[in-house]
């Protein structure tokens, strides 16, 4: 895996693709699928005027999300199909979700196989369903 530097952003090579990885909050106000080479992207609703829906991709050992509710609205993260999501002893549903509603709430997601998301950091109130 090759690492190049642009600016404060990182641009790093797996298989032969690209992947930028920035610290860059990217806020977003309406669902979104996220995909691959999205990897350690940071997301957030501002602006938002309903809930945020983010479905993430297929679970790939490493795979790094994180989300910030400031919007009342909230976000709500579903697992990709095969795929669960586990804060502590709880975990989703294949293709399950978490979300929040709570400004101020974050998470971070990390996927330890392929088809696995832990939280690994999270503040506030989030539901695991």
Same mark, same amino acid.
């Given at each position: 895996?090759?690492?190049l ?8 090579e797996?298989?032969?693709e690209l992947?930028?990885?920035?610290? #860059?909050?990217?806020? &977003?106000? %309406?669902?979104s699928?996220l +995909?691959n080479?999205?990897? !350690?992207?940071i997301?957030?609703?501002e $602006?938002?005027t309903a ?7 297929t ?6 999300f994180r ?5 009342? #609205?909230?976000?709500? &993260?579903t %697992?990709a199909a095969?795929d +669960?999501?586990?804060?502590g !002893? ?5 293709? $399950?979700k ?20 832990f939280v ?10």
């Amino acid at each position: 895996m090759a690492k190049l530097t642009r600016g404060l952003h990182d641009i790093i090579e797996r298989d032969s693709e690209l992947y930028n990885v920035s610290n #860059d909050i990217t806020p &977003v106000t %309406a669902g979104s699928t996220l +995909t691959n080479k999205e990897n !350690a992207a940071i997301y957030s609703n501002e $602006g938002a005027t309903a809930i945020v829906a983010f479905i993430l991709p297929t679970a790939v050992a490493g795979y790094k999300f994180r989300f910030i509710v400031s919007d009342a #609205d909230g976000i709500r &993260v579903t %697992a990709a199909a095969g795929d +669960t999501i586990r804060d502590g !002893a709880t975990v989703s549903a294949v293709a $399950g979700k978490i979300e929040s509603t709570a400004i101020g709430s974050a998470i971070e997601l990390i996927s330890i196989n392929a088809t696995e998301w832990f939280v690994t950091s999270k503040v506030g109130t989030w539901a695991v369903t």
